[in-house]
């Protein structure tokens, strides 16, 4: 097979390529076999039609076409490997010539593939580029919230003998009207007042409403086939509770976590805290990074396939085709980073992540799983995420006081180096099994990383379609939103 290229515009190419029939053998014989099963000829069995048969009675024309059919495909791919062409969406293919239809099977096949494309283009040095992050500071305030959080998961809730407020819990009865027909009912609803998690305007009718006492409010549903649709809401209060909140004291401690004191759990949050706000300064290190890419880096994008992301969709026209081009500028400079690193996407990242967004969405891992086109998309964002996280190791990053920022610990596991290197004496010893946690670690966080399908060079669909993972659970009429926040 021999391929030529030619550049028809930075975004463009115009792929040549030639078979000789000898080449196409297998796919010849492939092509007499699928067609011997299909066909009846009398006196002989389906699957053992001789070629010189079918020939006769279905004509070799139809048998090179698909030979063809089956090995465009390979040889397509084969090409865009050879000349390192990545494509960005289905490219436009014609066939110029075959090889001979009758006597001798000689010639050859050509054909060619205008091919949307990556165009050329060169990252700058990363040992030249240096970022700010914020410089990370633990406040009191922060360690003290923790503990309040602690607080409230081991608190308790006994009957209130008063009208509801902010932060108590009730039980409620929901009914949705729209032009006095009611078109939604929920009873015995357990809700914290001042939420915010519910309706609009639900918070602010239930303060001041005792047991047994309702009112009525105007909001917007958000599900449903009314979703939209302004709808009177009828609240009934059933019952309220409110949340009494244990001591911070020894026994709240050991009741609550793995230590003895309150001095130790303080400090065990602060580390955590501290932990959690590292790995945010090192999300913020990769996303800026990933802007001081897009500014630096000329790189011309494709007209069509804006045209076509943007096409459809309501709202500024202008608007989305800059997020439009944000969007697969950025899937190009990091599918490059992708490269340059070389890193690695391991199966048991593909799983947690899976296992993670599985959880998020309600939904079951295999659904997933079965999605290869979702799963494509997964893998090529897990890439993404560990490519700029390994670059990260050849860029200058300080916080805004000037400090050098270290951020071997998130770059050595994309990287696949341990560049810990700890002694056994300068290892902290183990801390039994706690029995309850205290705070989010920093190594819960989920890639930050946005759904996108771009596609690798040898695959012939667009790369610029996004996909999401589906939510199987549907909001219900009367609920604005999600019913509670769900954690990272």
């Known amino acids: 097979m021999k391929s030529t290229v030619e550049t028809l515009e930075p975004t463009k190419v115009k792929l040549t390529v030639e078979v000789p029939a000898q080449e196409l053998d297998q796919p010849m014989k492939a092509a007499y076999k699928e067609i011997s099963q299909q066909v009846s000829v009398p006196g002989f069995r389906k699957g053992k039609v001789p070629p010189r048969i079918i020939d006769q009675r279905i004509g070799r024309s139809y048998v090179i076409q698909t030979a063809i059919d089956k090995a465009l495909g390979g040889l397509y791919r084969e090409a865009l490997l050879e000349n390192n062409i990545k494509p960005l969406a289905q490219p436009e293919v014609s066939i110029d010539k075959i090889p001979s239809e009758s006597g001798a099977f000689d010639g050859e096949l050509v054909f060619t593939a205008e091919i949307l494309c990556v165009p050329e283009f060169e990252l700058p040095e990363l040992k030249d580029i240096e970022i700010t992050v914020d410089q990370i500071e633990v406040a009191d305030a922060d360690v003290e919230n923790e503990i309040e959080n602690l607080r409230k998961r ?164 202008e608007e989305l085709r800059a997020q439009a081009e944000a969007s697969l500028r950025k899937e190009i400079l990091l599918d490059r980073l992708v490269e340059e690193t070389g890193v690695k996407v391991e199966q048991q990242d593909l799983l947690q992540f899976v296992f993670q967004a599985s959880q998020a969405y309600g939904i079951e891992p295999q659904q997933l799983l079965s999605d290869q086109q979702q799963m494509a998309s997964i893998y090529a964002e897990l890439a993404r995420t560990k490519a700029v996280a390994a670059s990260l190791a050849d860029v200058k990053v300080k916080d805004t006081e000037g400090n050098d920022v270290d951020m071997s610990e998130f770059t050595k596991d994309a990287l696949g180096e341990d560049t810990a290197e700890e002694t056994q004496e300068e290892k902290p010893a183990k801390k039994p099994a706690a029995k309850k946690t205290t705070a989010k670690k920093a190594t819960e966080k989920k890639p930050a990383a946005k759904k996108t399908t771009a596609k690798k060079a040898t695959e012939k669909k667009p790369a610029a379609k996004k996909t999401t993972a589906k939510k199987a659970t549907e909001k219900k009429p009367a609920a604005k939103k999600t019913a509670a926040k769900k954690e990272d």
């Open 154 to 317: 081991f608190g308790t809730l006994k009957n209130a003998d008063r009208a509801a407020k902010d932060g108590d819990f009730v039980s409620i009865d929901l009914t949705a009207s729209i032009d006095d027909e009611e078109i939604d009912s929920m009873s015995g609803v357990s809700y914290e007042v001042g939420s915010k998690t519910m309706l609009e305007g639900l918070d602010e009718a239930l303060v001041g409403l005792a047991v047994d006492e309702d009112t009525t409010f105007e909001s917007e549903l958000a599900g449903g086939e009314h979703a939209g649709e302004k709808a009177v809401i009828k609240v009934t209060v059933r019952s309220v509770k409110e949340r009494e909140l244990p001591e911070v004291d020894e026994d709240f401690v050991q009741m609550a976590s793995e230590f003895d004191t309150v001095e130790e759990l303080k400090a065990d949050i602060k580390k955590q805290v501290e932990d959690q706000k590292r790995a945010e300064q090192a999300v913020d290190a990769r996303d800026k990074l990933v802007e001081v890419l897009s500014e630096k880096v000329e790189l011309p994008l494709p007209k069509q396939i804006i045209d076509e992301s943007v096409e459809g969709q309501e709202g500024n026209k």
